[in-house]
């Protein structure tokens, strides 16, 4: 028998691929509710608006002029401007949904790397990142791309972290999150303890981010885990 040839000093393994965790903000890692409804009230005291929270509620996950257009309302900038003001007035009263701290730090040490993908503009974002203590290697707020449900957001954000979209899960709470997510060939998992409720095709959905640890932990042991989005049709 003809023994295999030796491995040489500089050879080694397959190194284990880089995964990217990228959450949503708003009904995943914060629960902003009560400020949305109070920037909202704002904006329709000071500029006569009669369309009820809950109309912008169902709509989050877009970019605010988005939003707006989707409710047909004009003057933008300065409904923006107005909710903006609010927002950052009664950030405070925004906490973090309870266990994900403790989630994304679990997520840290199992090798993951972190990222956000948000509508929330990087004013409003990063104060209540920075309450949460972790490593983001990459936060993407509204830019010059085009906004959820497109994909641009997250393909850029896996551009900076050096992830492929096949190593990657999304965790948002909106059905833009999750369309966002299938175009971007990513992962989807849906926050159960978030503002919306899952579309087709249907996602895995976690009600606790302790359970959304255990579906990581799944991902990582799995060496032939599919690079098609939990929950998509092939």
């Not at 003057?75 to 927002?87: M, P």
């Not at 190593?167 to 369309?179: I, K, L, P, S, T």
Request: glycine share 8%.
């Amino acid at each position: 028998m003809i023994a295999p040839p030796a491995r040489s000093h500089d050879e080694s393994p397959a190194a284990e691929p880089r995964r990217a965790l990228l959450l949503d903000l708003d009904g995943v890692l914060f629960d902003t509710r009560v400020v949305m409804c109070k920037a909202w009230q704002l904006v329709q005291e000071r500029h006569d608006v009669d369309v009820p929270f809950e109309n912008y509620l169902r709509h989050i996950g877009r970019p605010f002029p988005d939003i707006m257009r989707q409710l047909g309302l004009r003057e933008v900038e300065s409904l923006h401007a107005t909710y903006d003001e609010a927002s950052i007035k009664w950030a405070d009263l925004a906490p973090p949904f309870p266990g994900i701290e403790a989630a994304l730090h679990a997520f840290t040490r199992d090798g993951w790397s972190l990222g956000v993908v948000t509508a929330k503009p990087i004013n409003r974002a990063a104060p209540l990142l920075e309450r949460l203590g972790c490593p983001f290697g990459t936060v993407r707020t509204p830019g010059s791309e085009r906004g959820k449900p497109a994909p641009d957001a997250l393909l850029l954000a896996l551009v900076e972290l050096g992830v492929d979209p096949a190593q990657a899960v999304y965790v948002g709470d909106m059905a833009v999150d999750q369309e966002a997510a299938l175009r971007a060939g990513v992962r989807y998992v849906h926050a159960g303890w978030g503002y919306g409720a899952p579309t087709t095709p249907s996602p895995v959905v976690v009600e606790t981010p302790t359970r959304l640890v255990q579906i990581g932990r799944s991902l990582r042991a799995s060496a032939a885990a599919s690079p098609v989005p939990l929950g998509s049709a092939r």
